[in-house]
């Protein structure tokens, strides 16, 4: 092989590995602003998603956005924001309120027990019934249930009275009704399992339609605040209230828990 020869063949070797380096800063260039690129990306995202937490916890909860929802009132409603619910024969004379919160342990033991006596008077026409809903429960254990289930009763009432006070009482009954911790009425699915036990609402295609869309939420916010700014001085549930005083068990400031106590209770308060 020439000189010539031999020269050329050593400055092509070196501009191969020249441009091998060259090709290989290139990637390595390259290599690292991708890197580079993705940690940004990583940190962006992270950002972002605390920013999304942190706007998501500061945006209103579900129940804060239905006070501004658009009020529908059941059927078979009077009064201020349809909160005046009556029940019974229009005939009777005197009027009973009823104050119950829907996840109220007590309220279901009193339904259990003296409901039954409660409603025979009413359809006897001793009284009529006022039902004001309650949901103050919700704000102390906490949860939702109480709200979901008087919006539930408000799609109920919707559809009949009968309907409404059948519905309350599948929802205070033993089967059905929770824990005061256990918030299973937050669950549209469980109220409406609970509902295929009322006849006229298990064929009632508005009512579940109701139930599923909330359409009564704002009214049960309505009736909760109802409830909030009683003039009767009543704090807690079960209450019972005829011509202004609450009917107590003996001896105490409490409902009266047995059926003797609220015959005697309610024996006086028609008297009275």
Not at 95 to 113: G, I, S, W
Not at 145 to 158: D, E, I, V, W
Not at 252 to 268: H, L
Request: proline fraction near 4%; glycine fraction near 8%; aromatic fraction near 6%.
């Amino acid at each position: 092989m020439s000189k010539r020869n031999s020269q050329a063949a050593k400055s092509a070797a070196r501009e191969r590995i020249r441009a091998q380096q060259e090709a290989e800063r290139k990637r390595e260039k390259q290599k690292r602003a991708a890197i580079v690129g993705v940690s940004i990306i990583g940190v962006l995202a992270i950002a972002g998603g605390v920013g999304y937490a942190v706007m998501q916890s500061n945006k209103p909860g579900y129940w804060e956005e239905a006070k501004d929802a658009k009020l529908v009132k059941p059927a078979n409603t009077s009064g201020t924001n349809g909160t005046t619910v009556v029940l019974g024969k229009e005939s009777a004379k005197k009027t009973l309120k009823v104050y119950e919160d829907p996840r109220c342990p007590v309220c279901a033991a009193f339904e259990q027990t003296v409901g039954p006596t409660v409603e025979k008077d009413m359809k006897d026409g001793k009284y009529k019934i006022e039902f004001i809903g309650a949901t103050f429960l919700d704000r102390n254990i906490p949860g939702e249930g109480s709200r979901n289930a008087l919006s539930a009763l408000g799609a109920a009432l919707n559809v009949s009275d009968e309907a409404f006070l059948e519905y309350k009482k599948v929802l205070f009954s033993a089967k059905i009704h929770p824990s005061e911790q256990d918030d299973k009425f937050k669950n549209d699915s469980y109220l409406l399992k609970a509902a295929d036990q009322v006849p006229e609402l298990k064929k009632s295609a508005a009512f579940k339609k109701a139930v599923k869309a909330g359409t009564y939420d704002r009214w049960a916010l309505e009736m909760s605040k109802k409830f909030d700014d009683n003039k009767d001085g009543v704090e807690g549930t079960p209450s019972f209230v005829m011509d202004g005083k609450q009917l107590t068990g003996p001896g105490s400031k409490n409902a009266p828990s047995t059926v003797e106590d609220y015959k005697t209770a309610i024996g006086k308060a028609l008297k009275g």
